[in-house]
């Protein structure tokens, strides 16, 4: 079961009880975790003044698992990466239709858009090359 889909659950399950136990969960942002979207989370993470890796995946693409493997692979390989760059992934089932997918021109689930400031600074489709990914990455240091 996905962490989100688990959440929901225990929430719906156990309300208060449920809500005091997610607080205890340390928030999304800090080395090796991945941010899920929610609207305004990329601008958030843009202000801080870090590359920003935007993931659009979905849970049961495959393609998606092979880079999310890559990526994190990468990520023990060189701290580095999370020092200066904030991961955040977007849920292609919940946010295909949009803004955040249409308005970068996103054509498939399995897109990695690495972001600083005001500028795109790389994109890669369907690719699970460790060194296309470790390309990418690079230039967000």
Not at 45 to 68: E, F, I, N, P, R
Request: aromatic content about 6%; hydrophobic content about 45%.
């Amino acid at each position: 079961m996905i962490r989100r889909s688990f959440f929901r659950a225990l929430l719906a399950a156990a309300g208060a009880t449920a809500l005091a136990l997610l607080l205890l969960i340390p928030s999304p942002g800090k080395a090796g975790e991945t941010v899920d979207y929610k609207p305004g989370v990329i601008k958030e993470a843009l202000a801080t003044g870090k590359a920003v890796l935007v993931d659009y995946a979905a849970d049961w693409c495959s393609t998606c698992a092979a880079q999310h493997r890559v990526i994190g692979a990468l990520r023990e390989e060189n701290p580095a990466y999370d020092k200066k760059i904030i991961f955040v992934r977007v849920d292609w089932d919940d946010y295909r239709r949009h803004e955040v997918t249409k308005s970068r021109r996103i054509p498939r689930r399995s897109t990695l858009v690495l972001l600083k400031g005001d500028a795109e600074l790389g994109r890669l489709i369907a690719s699970t090359r460790k060194d296309t990914i470790r390309s990418l990455l690079e230039k967000g240091l």
